[in-house]
């Protein structure tokens, strides 16, 4: 007779229970060690500060104008028109060169060709030529020739004038003044507001802050309209720059003893 085969049966339901358990305790393990990790890095938001907010404002003098100066070419073959407008943009460019602008402030921001349709009752869409729109822009560094750069522009064939804008090229003299300020204005209130609270301000444990700077503009429209009425571009009235605001809050975030 063959020898008889003993098997061996598995309880499956109790390694799978300590397969659990020990997910399980690996879990609550990961868990805890991240919490105590981020807790000793400091991400964990600590209650017990103040933040303290102020707003530091200087006013400066733009040293830059910005303008943008375009022409719109229209005509029903496109080889012609291109050549018209390249010898247009030249001469304008050549003009306000010839008023001390570097060609490292005059920059091509537009150039674009597209087909002109019409529609009609009989025919529906009909293409009836082509436009090309090319723009630049200038800084221009010297105000007072502002009025000759629009004259010799427009006397040269430009018929898009945009909105002329002052900014102050480097603005980081202005806004370290403000942060200065801001700063100084924030350390003041938190000592008043602790004195009056009656608690001890400990060290400073985060800086943060906002910066808001709006560069002044003048309508195109407007200027547009003053060259029209004067009948010259170049007699168009003087454009006041003005001062721009520079405006920096401070928040420090203060240990409460």
């Known amino acids: 007779m063959a020898p008889e085969t003993k098997s061996k049966k598995f309880d ?17 393990a990961y868990f ?6 981020t807790y000793k890095a400091g991400y964990i938001e600590d209650t017990n500060n103040i933040t303290i907010s102020a707003t530091g404002e200087v006013y400066a003098a733009p040293d830059i104008a910005a303008l943008t100066l375009g022409i719109q070419t229209d ?3 496109v ?24 060609a490292k402030d ?22 009836e030529g082509y436009r090309i729109t090319q723009n630049i822009d200038l800084k221009i ?9 629009l004259g010799v522009a427009t006397e040269n064939g430009a018929n898009i004038v945009s909105d002329l804008r ?32 009656g608690i001890k301000l400990g060290e400073i444990i985060n800086v943060y802050e906002d910066y808001y700077y709006t560069p002044v503009q003048y309508s195109s429209a ?36």
Do not use: H
């Open 141 to 149: 560094r010297d105000f007072k020739k502002i009025g000759d750069i």
């Open 222 to 257: 407007k200027v547009m309209n003053d060259m029209v009425s004067s009948g010259s571009a170049r007699e168009v009235a003087q454009v006041e720059s003005g001062e721009q605001q520079v405006q920096i809050t401070i928040n420090l975030v203060y240990k409460i003893k």
């Open 166 to 197: 002052f900014s102050i090229e480097d603005e980081e003299k202005a806004k370290a003044q403000a942060r200065e300020k801001a700063i100084t204005s924030a350390k003041a209130k938190a000592q008043t507001i602790a004195q009056q609270a």
């Open 32 to 37: 805890a060690w991240v919490v105590f990790y």
């Open 75 to 77: 005509g029903k073959d």
């Open 12 to 28: 499956l339901s109790n390694r799978l229970y300590v397969l659990l358990v020990l997910i399980i305790v690996i879990g609550i």
């Open 79 to 102: 080889k012609t028109i291109t050549q018209k407008n390249t010898e247009t943009m030249n001469k304008i460019i050549d003009g306000v060169k010839s008023l001390g602008l570097e």
């Open 106 to 127: 005059i920059q091509t921001t537009q150039y674009s060709v597209s087909p002109q349709y019409n529609w009609t009752q009989d025919k529906g869409q009909v293409l």
